[in-house]
Structures are given as C-alpha cells and as structure tokens.
C-alpha cells in the first residue's frame, strides 16, 4: 500500500498526473529555445556574411565597355535618396542601368501611352510643320471622309470600268 494522496475528481472525470511537468521545466525549455533561436540566428547570418563574401570574390571581371557599373546593385546609393520613403527608384534605374530596364510600375506606364494615345486621336497637331502635314481628330477625319468620298485613282484607258465611283450610289437616284 502506499502513502501516496489520490485526488478524485468531484464530477467522476480523472484529473491530470502533477508529478510529470511543473511550471519550472515549462519555464526553462522556453528560455533554452530563446536562447538556441538567437544561436541559430547568428550561425545563419555568419554563413550568409561568408557566402556573400564567396559570391564576390567569384565575379567575372565587368566588361569594360560598361563605364559606369555600380558596385553593389541591391542598395540605392546616396544621392538617389530623394522622396519620401528615402529613395528615388526611377532616377537610379534611369542613370545606372542601361535601356530595356525593368518596368517600375506598369500600370501608371499602360495609363500614360493610353493618355498619349488618346492625346493623338482626339486632338489637333502638327506631324511635319516644315512639310505643311497636320493631324486632325479621328472623328473628324472619319466625316470628312464621309462627305467627300474616297479618293480614285484615274484611269490611263480614260474609260472607267462600270462600277468604279468615289461615293456609292444612292437608291432610287437616277444617274
């Protein structure tokens, strides 16, 4: 027999065994695994300083056609530090990459060749002024188009062959 107190439950349920964890082992496997995650964090960072270090001194030499390579690409330098989040990420692209470069926001560069596109159809403008050669607007054309009729081209036989007018004829017009 032993000496041991068993504690019953009231409501006839089995309780849990006090004697397997306590407060305090809780206690030390967080601070252990505190303590193995800030080691694990170091290790990492040592391995990524030593890899990076690796990847450079492996770099094929720059072409010297290039004159104006930067050194490290991943960080904007200082006098691109320009708007308010601390950086200007167009200029930098603009002044160290060479063209085709990386679309920066794609949907405000489909929005401006929209507005130019628009611009051109919808408006007046000169295309050649030495040449005397305007643009007028799409709508506009199309009704000039309309009264006048397509140009023809003459016929070197002088008969034009049946048919062949600038404008089509009209129902119960008699010609």
Request: without cysteine.
């Amino acid at each position: 027999m032993s000496d041991e107190i068993k504690h019953v439950n009231s409501n006839g349920h089995g309780d849990y065994e006090r004697r397997d964890i306590t407060t305090a082992g809780v206690a030390y496997f967080l601070i252990g695994l505190a303590v193995a995650g800030v080691f694990v964090y170091f290790i990492a960072n040592g391995i990524f300083a030593y890899l990076d270090k690796r990847f450079e001194a492996e770099q094929s030499p720059v072409s010297p056609l290039v004159t104006n390579a930067p050194k490290d690409t991943r960080h904007i330098p200082p006098e691109f530090k320009t708007d308010s989040k601390g950086a200007d990420y167009e200029k930098y692209l603009k002044a160290g990459f060479p063209a085709p470069q990386l679309e920066v926001n794609e949907r405000t560069e489909l929005n401006g060749e929209r507005l130019r596109e628009e611009d051109t159809l919808s408006t007046y403008g000169w295309v050649d002024q030495k040449a005397g050669v305007v643009r007028i607007p799409i709508d506009r054309a199309m009704d000039l188009l309309a009264q006048r009729g397509l140009p023809v081209r003459s016929q070197a036989a002088g008969e034009a062959p049946a048919g062949s007018k600038a404008q089509p004829e009209k129902k119960g017009s008699k010609q």
